[in-house]
Nanobody, 125 residues
Framework: QVQLVESGGGSVQAGGSLSLSCAASRYTVNRASMAWFRQAPGKEREGVAAVTGDGYTTYADSVKGRFTISKDNANDILYLQMNSLNSEDTAMYYC???????????????????WGQGTQVTVSS
C-alpha cells in the first residue's frame, strides 16, 4: 500500500520560512495528483496546495504567493516551500496522494486515497 512520510516541520518566527517534504513509497508521484493539507486545533482540515501528475498547481487563496508546491519525480518526493509565515499558518500539515492524474476539486479531501502522519508547523509572532 502507499506510504507517505512527511518531514521538515518545526517552529519559526513570523515572517520566516520552512520547507516540508513528503517521501512516497509504493507510489509514483509523476502519475497522479498530490497535495498538502493542514489542520489547526479546533478547525477542519483544509487543502493548502495541490499538484497534478503533469505539474499543474492549485493553491488556497490564503497561501498564494507565499507557498510553493513541487515534486521530485525521480525520487518520488513532494515538497512545500513556505515563506512569509504567519501565526495563521500554525497547523499540522499532511501530505496526500490520489490515484487520478487530475481531480475535479484538487483541494478537497475526498479525492485522495492515502495520507501521511503529519508534521507540525508552529509560527510564533
Amino acid at each position: 500500500q502507499v506510504q507517505l512520510v512527511e518531514s521538515g516541520g518545526g517552529s519559526v518566527q513570523a515572517g520566516g520560512s520552512l520547507s516540508l517534504s513528503c517521501a512516497a513509497s509504493r507510489y509514483t508521484v509523476n502519475r497522479a495528483s498530490m497535495a498538502w493539507f493542514r489542520q489547526a486545533p479546533g478547525k477542519e482540515r483544509e487543502g493548502v496546495a495541490a499538484v497534478t501528475g503533469d505539474g499543474y498547481t492549485t493553491y488556497a487563496d490564503s497561501v498564494k504567493g507565499r507557498f510553493t508546491i513541487s515534486k521530485d519525480n525521480a525520487n518520488d518526493i513532494l515538497y512545500l516551500q513556505m515563506n512569509s509565515l504567519n501565526s495563521e499558518d500554525t497547523a499540522m500539515y499532511y501530505c496526500a496522494a490520489a490515484f487520478r492524474e487530475r481531480l475535479v476539486s484538487p483541494l478537497a479531501q475526498y479525492g485522495y486515497i492515502a495520507w501521511g502522519q503529519g508534521t507540525q508547523v508552529t509560527v510564533s509572532s
